[in-house]
């Protein structure tokens, strides 16, 4: 005798792209929509880099070093032996690392410098990719990052890359950073952004790329309710999805 109790269907959305495209911003959005679970990659980056200062492993700076051998080794470590849930609605996310809530924490200056750096050890990235895929096996998920579609989940349902001029992108992250009460200038944000590009494309684990299959957008001139309903019609010609 068949099992007649309805089965929630598990649907994967990926959205990937580069800083400031506003990939947490359309996948808290999204996620509201459609009633899915939102995952943001970045907050368990820097819920490692965070606990790195915390153990000494890391020190705080302007200007990062590149990490030392027995650093990697010491932050992927970390990253196997931490556990990270995310909890709450997509724009009131709690972030807990070995149920402690690290939320603001982890938005910190120092923490933020680290995490493109943090996230390119590959024994860190496997670490926190396996726990990624396990949040992500149950149910509609959007996850948000920067190779959710490449290598997290390839065989996503629907893909996105989103993107962005360099100057929406500095302007941003210009206003996300002041509204946050974070002393910057525009310049040094324009200096940041191009560097967190330069690490992001370039990292040997995992670099920051299109998928093969994914749908391509540019947000410069897209308000975010703009996007989202980009993003839905996109969604709806492939998936039997109602929202």
Not at 9 to 20: C, F, L, Q, T
Not at 47 to 64: E, H, I, N, T, Y
Not at 217 to 237: F, G, N, Q, W, Y
Request: aromatic content about 4%; charged content about 30%.
């Amino acid at each position: 005798m068949k099992d007649s109790t309805p089965q929630t269907p598990h649907i994967v959305i990926a959205i990937d792209g580069p800083a400031g495209a506003g990939k947490s911003t359309i996948g808290k959005l999204l996620a509201t929509r459609l009633g899915a679970l939102y995952i943001d990659t970045g907050a368990m980056y820097r819920a490692v880099a965070l606990k790195g200062f915390r153990l000494g492993v890391l020190q705080p700076s302007d200007a990062p070093e590149p990490l030392a051998p027995e650093q990697e080794a010491q932050l992927a470590e970390i990253a196997r032996s931490m556990r990270i849930s995310l909890a709450g609605d997509p724009f009131h996310l709690q972030v807990l690392a070995d149920c402690e809530d690290i939320s603001q924490a982890i938005r910190a200056p120092a923490v933020s410098r680290y995490a493109s750096i943090v996230s390119a050890v590959a024994g860190v990235r496997s670490a926190l990719v396996e726990q990624q895929r396990r949040m992500g096996a149950i149910g509609t998920v959007v996850m948000d990052g920067r190779d959710i579609g490449t290598q997290v989940f390839p065989n996503a349902d629907v893909k996105f890359f989103l993107d962005a001029s360099v100057e929406t992108r500095t302007e941003r992250r210009y206003a996300e950073q002041r509204a946050r009460g974070i002393e910057c200038t525009r310049e040094q944000t324009r200096l940041d952004v191009l560097e967190r590009d330069r690490r992001d494309y370039n990292r040997a684990v995992s670099p920051l790329r299109r998928a093969d299959d994914a749908i391509w957008l540019d947000t410069s001139a897209l308000s975010p309710e703009e996007t989202l309903e980009k993003m839905l019609a996109l969604i709806r010609r492939r998936l039997p999805l109602k929202d």
